[in-house]
């Protein structure tokens, strides 16, 4: 059974760092691109940053230059670390695998990614 678990969310003030991770287990992912979304409140759910399977990162445009994601292929883990938090980080962070291994690029829909953590909440305060 495959399961993935976040960790490392909490309330930071404006300005401050999270570093969020998120292991997969019960399969190992080394050929699938991982990511991070979040969804805050009424809003849909969005793609914050991807990596892919050879390494190949992509960002959202409203978190380019602050967040930076990594992963471990050995530990079937992928990190995000998100720094100069603002208010409108605010949201519940889920990791995901994309469904199809050795993509060729990155897919933002979370509609490709089939298996999901239960998510991590992330609160920034101004």
């Known amino acids: 059974q495959v399961q993935l678990v976040e960790s490392g969310g909490g309330l930071v003030q404006a300005g401050g760092s999270l570093r969020l991770t998120c292991t997969a287990s019960?399969?190992?992912?080394?050929?699938?691109?991982m990511g991070w979304f979040r969804q805050a409140p009424g809003k849909e759910r969005e793609c914050v940053a991807l990596?892919?399977?050879?390494?190949?990162?992509y960002y959202a445009d409203s978190v380019k230059g602050r967040f930076t994601i990594a992963r471990d292929k050995a530990m079937n883990t992928v990190f995000l670390q998100m720094n100069s938090l603002k208010p409108e980080d605010t949201a519940v962070y889920f990791c995901?695998?994309?469904?199809?291994?050795?993509?060729?690029?990155?897919?933002?829909?979370?509609?490709?990614?089939?298996?999901w953590g239960q998510g991590t909440q992330v609160t920034v305060s101004s």
């Open positions: 019960g399969r190992t992912f080394s050929n699938n691109a």
């Open positions: 990596i892919s399977w050879n390494s190949i990162s």
């Open positions: 995901a695998v994309d469904q199809q291994p050795l993509r060729m690029g990155l897919t933002s829909r979370p509609g490709d990614y089939s298996y």
